[in-house]
């Protein structure tokens, strides 16, 4: 009898259900209201009516817009997001029907996307239902990726019958609706339950890496394997680490004043830091350039035991000679008092003749002798157009002394150019010709001729004066001379000589230019 009750309070049940169904698909048809609508395919949406509220963690983001059935005994929930910020709903999305009161009434916890690591790339947006077919323009959320678990007032319903009644009925009501549908069942447990949907995720993520998981034990094999050679040691690394720990705890207030201070004491090792780092900076070209030195350092070090076997055989020679030699220099001693002796009475001249070099080297002295060195050898060497010959001649030996005897007669005050005849001039005229007749050669022709010059003559007087035979060179200049030719440079010594010497051009420079080679050579 009662369990007739029960079959006619199930029909009566169905039949409100039915009702209400009737409703939903009236006030469903003509589709969803505009906006962002989802098409949630569930198992079951029992006692899940239009307007109940769609959240996102606990966020009220829409409503469900209609409940209607499908062709395949599902539940079509239409869902109407009214936040734009969650219009974004991915293929990874999941939806659960929910017990929101006591009462019996539900709601949609939806979640747009799965969680992932930043930076994954998000999975493609839900796919949208195509026109002519039912729910058209509507976003589509497969059953796979909902769930409707069983609330609890169902089962506190189950707890009003007796236990040998209810069992009977379970079995009964599931061995008819469960006949056949193994497969169906196995989908609704875990759409019903979504902590088994997760753990089978978890399974098969475990099942995808069996290979990692299995070189991570083979790893940590061989990783714990040292410790386990050496457990005794970790064992009393762990009990000193407890003794330590007891110190610790005994010394508290001593680790509390450390802690205290610790703050103060990152403050200022900051600015300690920042000189290091500067020194190190600044050190860092040395330490590199000791780094290219190390080999040598290295090689130092390594051949200072050789060293020192080599010198070792040398200081002891160092010392049998010095054994040898002491007696020498012991006996040099009465030398050095001597030597000393001879340094106290030069002690004068050496400090004179100290003086003496200081002035020369203050004064310019030494300059001033090679100056006079100089001069003195230009003034006795000249240079001509043939070449170099000697203005001062000395003669000196054994059998000549020197003398210096001024004349009563002689003339020291007659200037150089005298233009006047005297008897030297004549004296040397004669005696240029006199060796121009003797055949004694040409330089004195020309000696002759530059001492007429000298005097104020033009060379073309001088050569007219004191004609002779001479080199082709200066048979060449004479001849320019005479004719008044202009300027020319010719190489002394031949053409293939690279000094040159200057022959002037005019009759009035003639003599100057003579004088100037007679005087400073070619210049």
Known sequence: MGWRRWAAGVVGAAGAAALVLAVVLATAAGGSNGGYTVRAIFDDAGNLIPGENVKIDGVKVGTVSSVTPTPG????????????GFEDFREDASCTIRLQALIGEKYVDCLPTQPRVEGTPLPPPLRKIPNGREGAGQYLLSVHHTSSPVDVDLLGDIQRLPERQRFTLILNE?????????????????????????????????????????????????????????????????????????????????????????????????????????????????????????PGIDKTFTSIPAFSQSSEKFFTNLGKTAKVSGPALNAFRPLLKQLSALGNGALPFTKNFAELLTSLRETGGLERIMDFIFLGTGSANGYDSLGHFLRVEAAANVCIGYEVKLSAKANCRRKTFNNSGSESEASAARAAAASSSSGEGTPSVLIARTLAVMKGATPAQAIAKYPGPVTSTGEVSAAGLASGSTATTAPVGGSTSGTTYYTPSGEGAEAGGLLLNYLLGSE
């Open 174 to 294: 599931l061995g008819a609706g469960l006949a056949g549908r193994g497969s169906d069942l196995n989908e609704v447990v875990k759409r019903a339950n979504p902590a088994l949907r997760e753990l089978d995720k978890v399974l098969k993520i475990l099942a995808d890496e069996n290979h990692v998981l299995a070189k991570l034990a083979v790893d940590s094999d061989k990783a714990l394997a040292p410790f386990a050679r050496v457990r005794g040691q970790v064992a009393d690394f762990v009990e000193q680490g407890n003794k330590v720990a007891q110190a610790g705890a005994a010394t508290r207030g001593s680790l509390a004043r450390n802690l205290e201070l610790f703050p103060p004491f990152l403050e200022r090792l900051g600015p300690a830091l920042e000189r290091i780092q500067r020194f190190a900076e600044q050190t860092t070209p040395t330490f590199t350039d000791l780094k290219a030195a190390a």
């Open 73 to 84: 005994a599902k539940a079509a929930v239409v869902i109407n997001i009214e936040n734009p």
